[in-house]
């Protein structure tokens, strides 16, 4: 970094923009390509132009240096990836539509990695043969690719994106929770580094499996995550990843089920309102096609079905919505009038642990325009499984200390994983073990978001004036603005080296024909930590000094200018 060329804007591959690109929904889409940091090649693929580039340079540093000191070694693996390994663990079919899927000119099925279990646990057991080759940990930082139906947010959801993705190697459980550990630890200083406000929260391990998962998320208004943070306790989780505990209720007490008659009451709203009821007191059921099989999912009809949880829990089955057709070939569903109790073998039947035995609901009859009081869990019907899959609400209790939760939206920025022996079964690593048997392998993945983490500073520290960097991110340390005469510029040109032979990475606007208060605009919009600008007092050596971040100034000479910012 040191003594690198000062880089002049008159020579810049960048050109600013005073106006929001018309596609742009969030605060670092608009800012990243105004400043001239990306530029859109295709929709969810970005080119990253010199002043981006260097900043996600200095990211891929910071998450190398701290991967190297907890002894990770650093490989690249390829993008372009065979078939086979990722069929051996069912990932071929389990990824669906957001798998980039291609075939070379023989027919040969290939892949772009999305992540890259399989193709490091084949390198581990091509290179490592005996419990002495372990514990290893191996890490690339290198393009992924998913096929994103709707690719939007600028970088935040693109289908090519910049992946740290590392995995380690251990013999045993207690192996795996130490690299687990050190990841976690490695995670958050690089985050403290970059100067990111974030939350490691309890995630679901999704189609990534394992047992133990957690997420980093930056708390952004961009985010795509919604996470549940107690303002009691340490408590912070994913919602998906958040579980109701199931508590039954003496139900011997409640009357015997009753039909009544609700005419035009297909809804849970115009049921209640038809009965002068809280919505909470009745039983909504929601009809999902499982690989085609029709489930029912029972939640209280104040909650709204989690999809992503319905999924998650029955995943990799595909999960779709009944649609009319559904309804047209089942006469036994009545549609706006299921209720659980009768459905027997014919619908699997699972249920929020909300609607746990003896607790007592509303619902519907299976008759049009009927509906059924009094219908007792457990008693009036059975529920094959108990999942939770409602909607997180602000307010619901902390699984850890019952306070109600606050909810805020978060960008992903890491995610860590325990995966154990899924991909070492499927892929059969062994290694030979101390005592001359075979052992096999367990292993943990962890992700850092690269690129994605670019926009989630942006979405953090930007002012209404454009972008902040930290030093430690920023595509220089000093913007050297030259207010337009040519004493100003020859003034900002001389000091530029100056600062760059003390070490300092210099960029330097020596554009000519352009206006000062266009340069000024333009060094707030790009964001450099110190704005350092040669203008009126140019001609007795003094300087102005902007702090970027807090929008101090002070007039300094030369000398002094140089001093404070190699102090700093």
């Known amino acids: 970094m040191a003594n690198a060329p000062v880089q002049r804007m008159s020579q810049l591959m960048a050109k600013t923009l005073r106006d929001d690109p018309a596609d742009a929904e969030v605060l670092s889409h608009k800012l990243l390509v105004r400043a001239g940091y990306v530029r859109r090649t295709a929709a969810g693929i970005w080119s990253w132009l010199p002043l981006g580039l260097k900043v996600l340079s200095n990211i891929e540093r910071i998450v190398r240096e701290e991967m190297d000191a907890i002894g990770a070694q650093e490989v690249l693996l390829p993008a372009l990836l065979p078939r086979e390994p990722y069929e051996a663990t069912g990932r071929w079919e389990e990824y669906g539509a957001e798998l980039f899927r291609l075939q070379d000119r023989k027919g040969g099925d290939y ?329 096999r392998v367990t292993m943990g993945s962890y992700g850092i978001g690269v690129s994605r983490a670019v926009a989630a500073l942006a979405e953090q520290t930007a002012d209404e004036h454009g972008l902040v960097w930290s030093r430690e991110v920023a595509p220089a340390d000093v913007h050297v603005v030259a207010a337009g005469k040519a004493l100003q510029t020859e003034l900002a040109l001389d000091v530029s080296e100056k600062l760059r032979a003390a070490g300092l990475r210099v960029l330097v606007d020596d554009r000519a024909g352009v206006s000062p208060g266009v340069k000024f605009t333009d060094a707030e919009l790009i964001g450099v930590p110190q704005i350092l600008v040669a203008g009126r007092r140019s001609g007795e050596g003094v300087l102005e000094l902007k702090d970027r971040r807090t929008g101090e100034r002070e007039e300094l000479t030369v000398d002094e200018a140089i001093a404070r910012l190699t102090a700093n």
């Open 111 to 439: 892949l772009l990695g999305p992540t890259h279990e399989e193709i490091f646990t084949l390198l581990v057991k091509d290179q490592a043969s005996s419990y002495k080759d372990l514990p290893v940990i191996l890490y690339q930082i290198q393009s992924k690719y998913r096929d994103e139906a709707r690719p939007r947010a600028g970088i935040l959801r693109g289908r090519e994106f910049l992946m740290k993705d590392s995995y380690s190697f251990d013999l045993d459980d207690d192996g795996l929770a130490h690299s687990y550990a050190l990841h976690r630890q490695a995670y958050q200083r690089i985050f403290e580094r970059l100067g990111l406000d974030y939350r490691i929260c309890a995630a679901t391990a999704g189609a990534m499996g394992g047992s133990k998962s957690e997420e980093f998320l930056a708390p952004a208004e961009a985010g795509e995550d919604t996470f549940a943070d107690c303002p009691n306790c340490d408590f912070a989780a994913n919602t998906e990843a958040i579980t109701y505990v199931l508590k039954p209720v003496d139900g011997t007490g409640v009357a015997a089920l009753e039909e009544i008659p609700t005419p035009d009451t297909p809804t849970i709203e115009t049921l209640a309102a038809y009965l002068g009821v809280q919505a909470s007191d009745t039983l909504k059921n929601l009809l999902v096609k499982v690989d085609g099989e029709i489930v029912a999912v029972g939640v209280p009809g104040d909650r709204e079905v989690d999809l992503d949880k319905v999924e998650a829990h029955f995943a990799p089955a595909a999960v779709e919505l009944v649609t009319e057709s559904d309804f047209a070939g089942r006469p036994d569903l009545v549609r706006g009038y299921v209720g659980p109790q009768g459905l027997g073998e014919k619908v699997k039947y699972i249920a929020d642990p909300r609607v746990a035995p003896g607790t007592s609901w509303i619902t519907g009859a299976n008759k049009a325009g009927t509906h059924a009081r009094n219908v007792v869990s457990g008693r009036d019907f059975e529920v094959d499984e108990f999942v939770d899959v409602v909607v997180v609400q602000e307010g619901d209790p902390c699984p850890k200390c019952g306070t109600g939760l606050k909810l805020d939206r978060a960008i992903e920025i890491g995610h860590i994983f325990q995966l154990g022996r899924k991909y070492a079964d499927a892929l059969k690593l062994d290694v030979l073990g101390q005592h001359g048997k075979p052992v």
